[in-house]
């Protein structure tokens, strides 16, 4: 099983940008789903979690701002970001709890995608 996460780039302070996170392999099932992030010197924090019905979860600094979703029939999470600061630059990653077929649940990283905000 593995996440490939994409969408990442380079924008002005202000603008927006939307990642998507993508469970890939043979799975029965995602439940929680999440976006982190790391910023350089910085530890890897939790940006957005979601569970497989929906109910999210924000950092306080991305409140009101960013939205994370996901599509189940797809296996993939996304991350609207709008209102960008250059205090979002950061490495971000998706992370899941998958099932895949034959296995047991296991928490799964994917490999990141840099979104850098310019000022």
């Known amino acids: 099983v593995q996440l490939q996460a994409s969408g990442g780039g380079l924008v002005q302070a202000g603008g927006s940008l939307r990642l998507s996170c993508a469970a890939s392999g043979s799975l029965i099932s995602v439940n929680n789903m999440a976006w982190y992030r790391q910023a350089p010197g910085k530890h890897r924090e939790l940006v957005a979690r979601i569970t497989s019905v929906g109910v999210t979860t924000y950092a306080d600094s991305v409140k009101g701002r960013f939205t994370i979703s996901r599509d189940n029939a797809e296996n993939t999470m996304y991350l609207q970001m709008s209102t960008l600061e250059p205090g979002d630059t950061a490495v971000y990653y998706c992370?899941?709890?998958?099932?895949?077929?034959?296995?047991?649940?296991?928490?799964?990283w994917g490999e990141g995608t840099q979104v850098t905000v310019s000022s």
């Open positions: 992370n899941a709890d998958v099932r895949p077929s034959g296995g047991t649940w296991a928490n799964v």
